[in-house]
């Protein structure tokens, strides 16, 4: 079993930046690949980002803006957003799986409760 917690998320003004952070217990942290996926009302949960050792993938609508990142000593998964508009305004869930990263989230086993992110215009 994998336990998955995020944090940071919050309500800013659009332009701002926040970092999330999901912290992993359980099996071996670096072995699965970590996503972050994200909900907003009335829509279909989507692929945010992955990453797995090195390897870093990203939806089109968030690159050059959100950078996902991992510390295997700390199990934590980062997800820096900056430049951030109200159409990134969800829920955003931390993911993992055995494997490589896949985009879509019925591939992935471990899931975190979810932390809200708002930004307003």
């Known amino acids: 079993q994998v336990q998955l917690v995020e944090s940071g998320g919050g309500l800013v003004q659009a332009g701002a930046s926040l970092r999330l952070s999901c912290a992993a217990s359980?099996?071996?942290?670096?072995?699965?690949?970590m996503g972050w996926f994200r909900q907003a009302p009335g829509k279909e949960r989507e692929f945010v980002a992955g990453?797995?050792?090195?390897?870093?993938y990203y939806a089109d609508s968030v690159k050059g803006r959100f950078t996902i990142s991992r510390d295997n000593v700390k199990n934590t998964v980062f997800l820096q957003m900056n430049s951030l508009k109200p159409e990134d305004t969800a829920v955003y869930y931390c993911?993992?799986?055995?494997?490589?990263?896949?985009?879509?989230?019925?591939?992935?086993?471990?899931w975190g409760q979810g932390t809200q992110v708002t930004v307003s215009s």
């Open positions: 359980g099996r071996t942290f670096s072995n699965y690949a």
């Open positions: 993911a993992a799986r055995f494997g490589n990263v896949r985009h879509v989230s019925l591939e992935y086993n471990y």
């Open positions: 990453i797995k050792w090195s390897s870093t």
